[in-house]
């Protein structure tokens, strides 16, 4: 790597719907209790969408409160990336939609979408991307989805697991030695059956004989996505250390996608981050998709909880199937640094392990 080109996380951001959603009220469509839910998830609660906001709306309300903290005009920005699998429409992009909103002009603009590790695909495509460009150039990485409006709320495998939420990130250079130091992208595209929307493609094109049979819906082998992440999660942390050579015990802060509280404490133990934080969202917000990462990096952040230098290790995991994960340290510049009432006006309480 070029440390003459060292690329950073410049800024933070994040957008929750103001809607709150129970177990209690989740629990009563699905045919199972709020004790079942919390105890099978380890989430309590999760944030709802308004009728009137699809996911461009989301990511652009993200997207502000990035910009904001960097003090950067959307002008300045030259790529913006917004992972999804909820888009507005199969087309355009949500990211052109996005691009419009905010007033990015300059900015060229486009999707990923990897699920629900869609946000670290994003980010590291972004990355790579920006090292091409002027110094003085920024990508604004943006996760966002909307999954309540494709579940099936009666299906108590997957109704009670997803809330909705943007979160975003301003990319930019970053003092040597810091930002991103290492990135790994994997995809089993074998088992690519265990999460699916299975209408609504070319493959399936929306009739009212896939509208009869829920082909529109979100659909997950619970138990085989289990054990996708058991096996490959770890695997793919202890690979991406190893080609960074940086030991497990350095690692200070873990950010793993939100899916499901009860999985990620059994598949924590053997990721080897003993010495590390592993920084936990999901039980006031559920599993927003390709937005748990960047919200949860946000809400973090803006607590004051990551210095100067610290090593961060985020990974995401989802459909396809695919894991990415990328080793960043913390770079404390002006922009990144929050202000004391930021952090007092953080929005929740942060569940923290480790």
């Known amino acids: 790597m070029n440390d003459q080109h060292a690329i950073g996380i410049i800024s933070t951001g994040s957008y929750l719907p103001a809607n709150v959603v129970d177990n209690e009220e989740v629990a009563r469509r699905a045919g199972v209790t709020a004790q079942w839910i919390e105890r099978k998830t380890g989430i309590r609660q999760r944030r709802r969408a308004a009728s009137f906001e699809a996911t461009s709306d989301l990511a652009a309300a993200a997207a502000r409160c990035a910009l904001a903290q960097a003090g950067l005009d959307p002008e300045r920005i030259s790529l913006i990336l917004v992972a ?9 992009a949500t990211a052109s939609i996005v691009q419009s909103l905010i007033g990015a002009r300059n900015a060229a603009a486009f999707d990923v979408n990897a699920v629900c590790s869609g946000f670290v695909f994003a980010l590291t495509a972004a990355e790579r991307m920006l090292r091409a460009e002027p110094e003085d150039s920024y990508a604004l990485v943006i996760g966002a989805d909307v999954y ?5 709320h009666s299906d108590s495998k997957t109704a009670i697991l997803f809330g909705d939420g943007a979160g975003a990130v301003v990319l930019g250079r970053v003092p040597a030695g810091q930002g991103t130091l290492s990135s790994s992208l994997l995809t089993r595209g074998d088992q690519h059956g265990l999460i699916s929307v299975p209408a609504g493609g070319s493959r399936r094109p929306a009739s ?3 509208l009869a049979e829920g082909g529109h819906f ?3 082998d619970g138990r085989g996505v289990r054990g996708f992440v058991q096996e490959n999660l770890p695997q793919a942390v202890r690979a991406l250390l190893a080609k960074a050579g940086t ?6 802060h873990f950010v793993p996608h939100q899916a499901n509280g009860v999985m990620l404490g059994e598949v924590w133990p053997g990721l080897g981050l003993d010495a590390a934080t592993c920084h936990l969202t999901l039980e006031r917000l559920g599993n927003t998709g390709a937005a748990s990462i960047p ?6 952040h803006r607590q004051g909880a990551f210095a100067e230098d610290e090593l961060l290790l985020v990974s995401g995991f989802g459909g396809g199937m695919s894991v990415g994960s990328v080793l960043l340290r913390w770079a404390a510049t002006t922009h990144a640094r929050p202000s004391a009432a930021e952090r007092e006006d953080a929005p929740l309480q942060l569940v923290l392990a480790g």
Do not use: K, N, W, Y
Request: charged content about 20%.
């Open 84 to 92: 999804t699998s909820t888009p507005d429409h199969p087309q355009p």
């Open 148 to 152: 309540s409006r494709i579940l099936d």
């Open 208 to 210: 009212a004989a896939t």
């Open 218 to 220: 979100f659909r997950m």
């Open 247 to 252: 030991a497990a015990g350095e690692v200070h």
């Open 295 to 300: 919200i949860t990096l946000d809400l973090v």
